[in-house]
């Protein structure tokens, strides 16, 4: 009977995840306000220097850094949003309104597994860490032939490490469809 108690308190204690599902969701949506509110931002002040006729020193950068810094926010967001419905439904239970639209249920908030729960997650960051380098970057000055290789270096390696991100979790059948045609 203790047996049973205490099993029964263990199973049930997987309820506390439900904190991080309402505190995720609830970072997610502020992050989606923090970021349309930045857009909306820039707009105005993009439109206050196309009405006077004025353009400011670095409008572009400044216009397209805030714009890249606002997607990044969305991102991170989108991270918030995976995070929690990934939890949910790990460890409460599936969601059922998503289980019955076949139709519009996304696959990346299709959570079966931890390993797919952080390999979904682990993507979006990548993506956030790009971004944020090309945020970065609109504001370096290159002052020598070697910084720009060095910047058209990070962006190859950028480029093969998103190949390579993109190749995870994809079916190998097709190489295999290919080898067998050669022989």
Do not use: C
């Amino acid at each position: 009977m203790i047996e049973a108690i205490f099993e029964g308190a263990i199973w049930r204690s997987r309820f506390v995840v439900i904190l991080a599902v309402i505190f995720g969701l609830l970072g997610g949506i502020v992050l989606f306000i923090v970021a349309s509110l930045d857009i909306w931002g820039i707009a105005v002040y993009a439109f206050e220097a196309i009405i006077s006729h004025t353009h400011p020193e670095h409008f572009h950068e400044n216009i397209v850094a805030g714009i890249i810094g606002a997607v990044d926010l969305y991102l991170i967001a989108v991270v918030m949003l995976i995070f929690s419905f990934g939890l949910y439904e790990l460890f409460i239970s599936e969601i059922d309104e998503a289980a019955n639209d076949k139709e519009t249920t996304s696959k990346i908030l299709a959570i079966h597994s931890l390993d797919q729960l952080k390999d979904n997650i682990a993507k979006v960051i990548v993506m956030v860490l790009v971004v944020n380098f090309f945020q970065r970057v609109l504001h370096t000055e290159f002052k020598s032939p070697l910084e720009m290789l060095y910047f058209a270096m990070s962006i190859a390696f950028l480029a093969i490490g998103l190949y390579f991100l993109g190749m995870v979790g994809k079916s190998k059948e097709p190489y295999k469809t290919a080898e067998k045609r050669h022989e």
